[in-house]
C-alpha cells in the first residue's frame, strides 16, 4: 500500500523511493468534486485503486511519460493538459517529435513509452492555458504555467492550504531538466523565480524531493543554481575550441557513466539550449565547428 500525506481534502500519494523516476509523487482531491493529477506507476502498482469515489477531473503537468501513465486508467474523467502539450498526448509522433531523440533513440524508446508507460493517444483533451482556477467544493486549485522543462508544464496551486505541487520542478540536487526540444532554458529560470516568489507553505514534487515544508525558498534558490553551475562548467571547458560532439561527451548535465539509449540526445538539448544563451549574451563565439569562450 502506497504511503500517503494528507493536507485536508489534498492527499499525495507516495511513490516507490519517494517517486525515484520511473515512479512519481501522485495528488489526490477528494471533495465534492475528486480530482487527480499525474497518475504515476504506483497508481498502476494500486490498480486504479486511489479512492473509493469515481475519478471526476485528470490532470497532467506535462506530456512526459511518467506523469500520465495511468491515463488510460480514467477514460470516463477528462483530461486537463495545458495548450502547448496536450498535441504530444494526442500523437505518439508528436511525443517523439518534442522528445528531440534521434532516429536510433526514438527506435528503441517508443515500444518503452507504450508497453512500460502504457502510452494511449487521447483525442479530446481539455486544453489549459494558466490562469485557471478549479472549485472542487471546499478545495480551491489555481493552474501556473510554468514552462521550461516543457512547452506546457505546470504546477498546481492550492492556496487555502499554501499547498504548491511543483511537478517536475523536482527540487532535488540534480537541478532542473530542459532537454526536450519544447524546453526553454530562459523560461526555466523565470518558472523558478516564480515558484520562489509565490510563498508556498509545503512543496510536493513528482519526484525525490518529495514534501518540502522547511527552507522553502532557500531549497528553490539551491534547485535553480545548478543551472549556473553547469554554466560555469561549461565555460570553463570552452577555454579552448570544442566541438559540440565533444561538448555533450564531457557530459556537464548527466553522469558519464549514465548509460540509457537517449541520453546523448538529451545532453545534446540541454547543452544548445546554454550555448544559444551564452551566445546571447555575448560570452560564447561560434566559427561555424567549434564553440569557443570569449575572453
Avoid at 540509457?260 to 560570452?283: C, P, T
Wanted: aromatic share 10%.
Amino acid at each position: 500500500m502506497a504511503e500517503v500525506k494528507s493536507f485536508g481534502q489534498i492527499k499525495v500519494i507516495l511513490g516507490e523511493k519517494n517517486g525515484k523516476y520511473p515512479y512519481g509523487n501522485s495528488i489526490l482531491v477528494e471533495d465534492d468534486v475528486t480530482a487527480l493529477i499525474d497518475p504515476s506507476l504506483m497508481i498502476r502498482d494500486l490498480q486504479g485503486q486511489v479512492t473509493a469515489r469515481k475519478v471526476d477531473l485528470l490532470f497532467n503537468s506535462h506530456y512526459h511519460e511518467d506523469h500520465g501513465v495511468e491515463n488510460s486508467l480514467f477514460l470516463d474523467a477528462p483530461l486537463h493538459l495545458h495548450t502547448l502539450d496536450a498535441p504530444a498526448l494526442r500523437s505518439l509522433d508528436t511525443l517523439f517529435d518534442c522528445y528531440g531523440m534521434d532516429a536510433a533513440a526514438t527506435e528503441a524508446w517508443k515500444p518503452v513509452v507504450v508497453e512500460k508507460y502504457f502510452y494511449q493517444p487521447r483525442e479530446y483533451i481539455v486544453e489549459l492555458r494558466g490562469g485557471e482556477v478549479f472549485d472542487f467544493g471546499h478545495t480551491r486549485m489555481r493552474v501556473l504555467h510554468t514552462p521550461g522543462h516543457t512547452g506546457g508544464h505546470c504546477c498546481f496551486f492550492f492556496e487555502n492550504e499554501g499547498v504548491l505541487f511543483v511537478a517536475d520542478w523536482d527540487l532535488t540536487w540534480f537541478g532542473p531538466v530542459y532537454a526536450d526540444l519544447t524546453s526553454d532554458l530562459d523560461a526555466t529560470i523565470a518558472s523558478l523565480n516564480q515558484i520562489r516568489a509565490l510563498g508556498a507553505k509545503t512543496l510536493v514534487s513528482f519526484h525525490e524531493a518529495g514534501i518540502c515544508d522547511e527552507h522553502q525558498e532557500a531549497v528553490v534558490t539551491d534547485y535553480l543554481a545548478v543551472v549556473y553551475e553547469r554554466e560555469k562548467l561549461l565555460l570553463d571547458f570552452l577555454a579552448v575550441p570544442r566541438t559540440l560532439d565533444e561538448i555533450i561527451k564531457r557530459r556537464i548535465v548527466y553522469r558519464k557513466d549514465y548509460d540509457i539509449v537517449w541520453i546523448d540526445a538529451v545532453e545534446k538539448n540541454s547543452m544548445l539550449l546554454h550555448l544559444r544563451k551564452l551566445m546571447q549574451e555575448g560570452r560564447v563565439e561560434w566559427d561555424g565547428k567549434c564553440y569557443l569562450r570569449r575572453r
